[in-house]
């Protein structure tokens, strides 16, 4: 379990009868901690630290609940140091400044510090420099806990004098062990059918702490029966999904519904759109990622889903949430099942790299406008082939730069209407040959 407890500058503890059900079942060893066994267990990284009592600084990165309060606790337990911690939220330049001078006066008399900083991605750049002097020269060892990316929101110098160890979200496994932990110390099953105990377990999300604070609220209420799913919903608030919509969970669900897109995967398109929706994303952004991937992923192979796409905006924009949101999520279903191109990206990137390379080359003069008579004279314009006065009404003339020869960018797929769009492109190829020729 993670952040489970107080922190050093907490109010003192409450007594254990009193405390809440989650400060009474905090792990007492590293082996206590659930779900986190790849980096507490013997082989993990924490676990080699450990067995040779020797730590490095390092970042747990993970969601809430998941332990990283409790495994920044314990390491300090485990090697004999001295423990202090911190929040980012509440604390500022000068409570550092005292941190940082009462460890190096422990150290003087040979007790290191571990200190715990809370929400570590909080500081800003410039706080998060000021670790770095203590760290290099051993004054602490740095545990930050953080539910952002590091990449994103640590400064690279604090990263490279830290691990980053990623902490998992619990498992139902893990969770369930919690339940019986809870169990155990309360002295009895929680009030519910096993069914029930599932669907309390699915609404954690993960998170270990607020699973606790649902079972304790279970047990304090008094019913003649165990609750089942639909009782149970009754009685404890519905919780909102861990996503924040300006931060790496916005963009992990947001990758995760393209590429179920570009892999016809409709089921798992429509399960991430609908994840985003229920965590409160802005439909209009989704639009916009869905009109992206009917040019990008689809484009000729069916012109419609671009079609589609944009009337799923207008339908949105017109009737609103929820109903709006149909459309969604049948322009979503359209694009999974719709063949799939990326010929026409593919395209633009090449003809950009050429038009980059070939600089400000002259179309041909014959397929220039000549509004002047000196541009008459210098011979823009002179001998072009209207096409539509050609047999098939195509004349095969060259429209490309002199000193450039004629570029393929546009291969369309054998898949969809591109198909039809291959048959016509190597019809027009074989009579500008002729013509040409």
């Known amino acids: 379990m993670a952040d489970l407890f107080a922190d050093s500058t907490s109010p003192a503890a409450l007594p254990a009868e009193a405390a809440p059900l989650a400060d009474q079942l905090r792990p007492h060893t590293l082996a206590d901690v659930v779900g986190q066994e790849h980096l507490t267990g013997p082989d993990g990284a924490i676990g080699r630290m450990v ?18 309060t409790s495994i920044a606790r314990l390491l300090a337990d485990a090697v004999s140091l001295r423990f202090v911690a911190i929040s980012a939220v509440f604390s500022g330049v000068a409570e ?32 998060q420099d000021g670790f770095l002097p203590y760290v290099e020269d051993g004054t602490v060892i740095l545990v930050g806990a953080t539910t952002e990316n590091p990449s994103f929101e640590l400064n690279a110098a604090l990263l490279s004098r830290a691990q980053v160890l990623i902490l998992h979200r619990l498992d139902a496994a893990a969770l369930g062990t919690l339940l019986d932990r809870a169990e155990e110390i309360e002295g009895r099953p929680l009030p519910v ?57 916005h963009y992990n669900l947001i990758s995760a519904l393209h590429k179920a897109v570009r892999g016809s995967d409709a089921q798992a398109a429509l399960y991430y759109l609908a994840r985003m929706l229920v965590a409160g994303e802005e439909p209009l952004f989704l639009l916009r990622r869905l009109v992206r991937m009917a040019i990008e992923d689809i484009g000729l192979a069916d012109p419609n889903a671009l079609v589609q796409c944009i009337a799923a905006k207008e339908t ?34 090449a003809a950009q790299r050429s038009a980059k390379e070939t600089g400000s080359l002259m179309p041909p003069k014959n397929i220039l406008n000549a509004p002047t008579k000196l541009m008459k004279q210098a011979g823009y314009g002179k ?3 209207y096409d539509h006065d050609a047999p098939d009404a195509f004349s095969g003339d060259n429209y490309w730069p002199e000193e450039m020869a004629p570029q393929t960018f546009y291969t369309p797929t054998p898949r969809g209407f591109e198909a039809k769009i291959a048959e016509r492109l190597a019809y027009w190829d074989r009579l500008r040959k002729e013509r040409q020729g």
């Open 193 to 249: 059918t096993p069914e029930a105990r599932g669907a309390l377990i699915a609404s954690a999300d993960g998170d270990g702490r607020f699973l606790l604070n649902q079972a304790e609220t279970l047990f304090s209420v008094e019913l003649e029966e165990p609750l089942d799913p639909s009782g149970l919903a009754a009685l404890l608030h519905r919780r909102m999904a861990v996503y924040d919509k300006d931060r790496e969970g």
């Open 51 to 68: 067995s040779v009592g020797r730590l490095s600084s390092m970042i747990l990165w993970g969601p809430p609940g998941t332990g990283k």
């Open 316 to 349: 949105y924009d017109f009737l609103g949430s929820p109903e709006g949101e149909l459309a969604l999520a049948q322009a979503c279903l359209y694009l999974a099942t719709a063949p799939k191109s990326n010929a026409g990206y593919k395209a633009l990137k």
């Open 96 to 127: 550092l400044k005292k941190v940082f001078a009462e460890a190096r006066d422990h150290a003087r008399t040979g007790t290191r510090t571990l200190l715990f900083v809370d929400e570590i991605h909080r500081f800003n750049r410039a706080q």
């Open 383 to 385: 001998g072009y082939a």
